[in-house]
T-cell receptor, first 116, second 115 residues
Framework: AQKVTQAQTEISVVEKEDVTLDCVYE???????LFWYKQPPSGELVFLIR??????QNEISGRYSWNFQKSTSSFNFTITASQVVDSAVYFC?????????????FGKGTSLLVTP | NAGVTQTPKFRVLKTGQSMTLLCAQD?????MYWYRQDPGMGLRLIHY???????AKGEVPDGYNVSRLKKQNFLLGLESAAPSQTSVYFC??????????????FGSGTRLTVV
């Protein structure tokens, strides 16, 4: 069975602080993909990143960075110098060959509030 | 514009009423999905389809039916709406992936309230 755990339900930070959103996954498959999505207050889902299980390189995109560690089954997301516009719900998701119809399996999300 | 279109965007139903949510994609994707999003629960898979004429149950299928008569459309039906079906519904599509999982596209969501 596959499972994604986002233990942090809500996080509140002051603007310009760095913040890390945790994601821990479970799967027995050796081939899998991990995703992060952002859901701003407007409600749409915005794709942020996809990472496959064979690529453990960390990724940086502007103020965003992702740390993938297979040894701890974690795919954490860090926002550097947070801004008010980063306020959103962030979802981590997993897919493997065992997923029904290749459907994304989502964590419950972390709500991030960035205050001025 | 290419993508996934959901209609309607908002709807209020009375308990016991029926309705159909429409999801349309113009990317020729094989796979389509319906999710519901509830506070603190993330997105949970209701039903999915791996191609025209096929449907299958997801994690939370009870109270819903689906149809995929045309490749581009995936319909979600509520035969007798209940307050527990108050939620935000997302449709998504995915190319035929085999061992590659690329190209998920989500609709903008339908906010359904059952009173």
């Amino acid at each position: 069975a596959q499972k994604v755990t986002q233990a942090q339900t809500e996080i509140s930070v002051v603007e310009k602080e760095d913040v890390t959103l945790d994601c821990v996954y479970e799967t027995r498959d050796t081939t899998y993909y991990l995703f992060w999505y952002k859901q701003p207050p407007s409600g749409e889902l915005v794709f942020l990143i996809r990472r496959n299980s064979f690529d453990e390189q960390n990724e940086i995109s502007g103020r965003y960075s992702w740390n993938f560690q297979k040894s701890t089954s974690s795919f954490n997301f860090t926002i550097t110098a947070s801004q008010v516009v980063d306020s959103a719900v962030y979802f981590c998701a997993l897919i493997t060959n065992s997923n029904s119809g290749y459907a994304l399996n989502f964590g419950k999300g972390t709500s991030l509030l960035v205050t001025p | 514009n290419a993508g996934v279109t959901q209609t309607p965007k908002f709807r209020v139903l009375k308990t016991g009423q029926s309705m159909t949510l429409l999801c349309a994609q113009d990317m020729n994707h094989e796979y389509m999905y319906w999710y519901r999003q509830d506070p603190g629960m993330g997105l949970r898979l209701i039903h999915y389809s791996v191609g025209e004429g096929t449907t299958a149950k997801g994690e939370v299928p009870d109270g819903y039916n689906v149809s995929r008569l045309k490749k581009q459309n995936f319909l979600l039906g509520l035969e007798s709406a209940a307050p527990s079906q108050t939620s935000v519904y997302f449709c998504a599509s995915n190319i035929r992936a085999d061992t590659r999982f690329y190209g998920y596209t989500f609709g903008s969501g339908t906010r359904l309230t059952v009173v």
